[in-house]
T-cell receptor, first 113, second 111 residues
């Protein structure tokens, strides 16, 4: 079974703090993704990565950055957290190939006070 | 702008009946199509994928794809209360290995 893990299930931070969300997958997938999910807005892609040290902006990259130093690990960084970044953050990895199935981690519920 | 459209629901179905969830997509070049189930407070779980026109069955679930009409559906037979969840339709942009998600349909199975 594919396993995607995220560093925290729940996180509470204060406005202006730097926040690190980590994601690890154990299936040697090239492609990894960070989404946020908010009621009524669905899943929105923040950043994705095709390979180590490679990153691409998604639909809503503002206020975020990412790091992929190792193939299995993809980190999302909030440089200066704001209240409008309170959300559920979901990491996913994808089996690149014929069908491109994508698998999600358990999610991190981030609250910024 | 490539889009995946779903009715947000809620769709209420009596226990034991067939639940039918529908999805349309805008990109004719899409190759792979996915259905995810998401329980409240949990992450999406992949339950079905389909890539050829026609039907694909897995247990109580059947995915149906019609590329000419740009339409994909999920049928759940013998619906159970545990099927109550939000179902996300997703479509693959092969060119970029990205997945485009619909906003989901909330399904409520009535005991």
């Amino acid at each position: 079974d594919v396993k995607v893990t995220q560093s925290s299930r729940y996180l509470v931070k204060r406005t202006g703090e730097k926040v690190f969300l980590e994601c690890v997958q154990d299936m040697d997938h090239e492609n990894m993704f960070w989404y946020r999910q908010d009621p009524g807005l669905g899943l929105r892609l923040i950043y994705f990565s095709y390979d180590v040290k490679m990153k691409e902006k998604g639909d809503i990259p503002e206020g975020y950055s990412v790091s992929r130093e190792k193939k299995e690990r993809f980190s999302l960084i909030l440089e200066s957290a704001s209240t409008n970044q309170t959300s559920m953050y979901l990491c996913a990895s994808l089996v690149a190939g014929a069908y491109n199935e994508q698998f999600f981690g358990p999610g991190t519920r981030l609250t910024v006070l | 702008q490539k889009e995946v459209e779903q009715n947000s629901g809620p769709l209420s179905v009596p226990e034991g009946a067939i639940a039918s969830l529908n999805c349309t997509y805008s990109d004719r070049g899409s190759q792979s199509f996915f259905w995810y189930r998401q329980y409240s407070g949990k992450s999406p779980e992949l339950i079905m994928f389909i890539y050829s026109n026609g039907d694909k069955e897995d247990g109580r679930f059947t995915a149906q794809l019609n590329k000419a009409s740009q339409y994909v559906s999920l049928l759940i037979r013998d619906s159970q209360p545990s099927d109550s969840a939000t179902y996300l339709c997703a479509v693959n942009e092969n060119r970029e290995d990205k997945i485009i998600f619909g906003k989901g349909t909330r399904l409520h199975i009535l005991p």
